[in-house]
T-cell receptor, first 112, second 113 residues
């Protein structure tokens, strides 16, 4: 079953703007992770937020987690053309093994 | 500290042949996960291994697919008698412990002709 569902499916913004991507999930989780994937490449780990955390920052990235709504958002501030990639959220279900369930991803295009 | 290493990066096999995909986890990581990605799709979990043990293989097809993570050496994902539908990118991830950051390799792109 699809656990993480990202939206929008595609996002196109101008360099310098902020990009907000959302992820919803169905079951209780231990943690939620965001990844970036450039076309044809592997996944780059961006950030992990635990179920007892509400917000986390890493450089230009800000992740929030609302367990009551079963949703998370990834904010990239002051976007750059190099941020162009697909972004995935992945969750591991509470009470299960630590396997990750991925959504289909969001394609972000940052226009120079 | 080298990242997760997968090889080969690209693998072409004819229908009916065997494919062996290798994954060396990051140093200090004893948990390995295999995922499959089809074009324009997210990653689908296949199997979770910890040294010499299969913890969860709920995402593995029952036939033709097997995985191992021996005491010494890389983890191996083996696909016997490949079919065209096996064509995909196969990614390996490793973590130091359960429920911690999982880091991915560059993947092996399998093409079955």
């Amino acid at each position: 079953s699809q656990q993480g569902e990202e939206d929008p499916q595609a996002l196109s913004i101008q360099e310098g703007e902020n990009a907000t991507m959302n992820c919803s999930y169905k079951t209780s989780i231990n943690n939620l992770q965001w990844y970036r994937q450039n076309s044809g490449r592997g996944l780059v780990h961006l950030i992990l937020i635990r179920s007892n955390e509400r917000e986390k920052h890493s450089g230009r990235l800000r992740v929030t987690l609302d367990t009551s709504k079963k949703s998370s958002s990834l904010l990239i501030t002051a976007s750059r053309a190099a941020d162009t990639a697909s972004y995935f959220c992945a969750t591991d279900a509470a009470g299960a093994n630590s396997k990750l369930t991925f959504g289909k991803g969001i394609t972000l295009s940052v226009r120079p | 500290n080298a990242g997760v290493m997968q090889n080969p990066r690209h693998l072409v096999r004819r229908r009916g042949q065997e494919a062996r995909l290798r994954c060396s986890p990051m140093k200090g990581h004893s948990h390995v996960y295999w995922y499959r990605q089809l074009p324009e799709e997210g990653l689908k979990f296949m199997v979770y291994l910890q040294k010499e043990n299969i913890i969860d293989e709920s995402g593995m097809p029952k036939e033709r697919f097997s995985a191992e993570f021996p005491k010494e050496g890389p983890s191996i994902l083996r696909i016997q008698q490949v079919v065209r539908g096996d064509s995909a990118a196969y990614f390996c991830a490793s973590s130091r412990a359960p429920y911690t950051e999982a880091f991915f390799g560059q993947g092996t792109r399998l093409t079955v002709v």
